[in-house]
């Protein structure tokens, strides 16, 4: 299976902050990469696929980078309802595997 | 719009079984791969099963398998997790998400508000 490692696992920010959150897949996995945020107790949103194409009603202050092994998710301006909990996923090769999440909190 | 509604989940001791199901609506439901993913409290996010479209493949995670089985019925835009010998580890939200199928696999673009399933005796 394919190892997602993210980091850091915890990032204290302000609003107004741009913030950039990695992810380290264990082997290439060609930009098959998505990006979900959490809200403690509710579902995961898709924010991101593709490595960096932005899923429809996604603000345009998130984005995403990154091949081969290496991938960011940025946040551009930071905004009161981003500090959430945020998720990598690879979907290269099955059993498509998660990130642990890193815990985005206010500074 | 999209809607998966999960339900079933409930507390049952270690070695039972339950159901979950999940209802669609919004989409064609015949058109898309479906699978389930779970949550332990406090954790990060697990795939554990799909189902293709018309039932033809299914798949896995080693956790579980042989104890779940996957399934759907098409015609009532609904999905189900058989889950059976139940353990302590099995305990979280079990999420019902819609894939969305690329060339190389799939990511999971509507997700479900969960269900809760706790085995504790």
């Known amino acids: 299976d394919i190892q997602m490692t993210q980091s850091p696992s915890s990032l204290s920010a302000s609003v107004g902050d741009r913030v950039t959150i990695t992810c380290r897949a264990s082997?290439?996995?060609?930009?098959?990469l998505a990006w979900y945020q959490q809200k403690v107790g509710k579902a995961p949103r898709l924010l991101l696929y593709?490595?960096?194409r932005l899923e429809s009603g996604v603000p345009s202050r998130f984005s995403g980078s990154g091949s081969g092994t290496d991938y960011t998710l940025t946040i551009s301006s930071l905004q009161s309802e981003d500090f959430l909990i945020y998720y990598c996923?690879?979907?290269?090769?099955?059993?498509?595997?998660f990130g642990q999440g890193t815990k985005l909190e206010i500074k | 719009q999209v809607q998966l509604v999960e339900s079933g989940g409930d507390l049952v001791k270690p070695g039972g079984s339950l159901r979950l199901s999940c209802a669609a609506s919004?989409?064609?439901?015949?058109?898309?791969?479906m699978s389930w993913i779970r949550q332990a409290p406090g954790k990060g996010l697990q795939w554990i099963s799909y189902?293709?479209?018309?039932?033809?493949?299914?798949e896995y995670a080693d956790s579980v398998k042989g104890r779940f089985t996957i399934s759907r019925d098409n015609a009532k835009n609904s999905l189900f997790l058989h889950m059976h010998s139940l353990r302590a580890e099995d305990t979280a939200v079990y999420y019902c998400?819609?894939?969305?199928?690329?060339?190389?696999?799939?990511?999971?673009?509507?997700w479900g508000r969960g269900t809760l399933v706790t085995v504790s005796s």
């Open positions: 998400v819609r894939e969305k199928s690329q060339t190389s696999g799939s990511y999971y673009d509507y």
């Open positions: 919004g989409f064609n439901f015949n058109d898309y791969y």
């Open positions: 189902i293709s479209t018309t039932s033809t493949y299914t």
């Open positions: 082997q290439g996995i060609t930009n098959s």
């Open positions: 593709g490595a960096s």
């Open positions: 996923q690879q979907y290269y090769s099955a059993p498509y595997t």
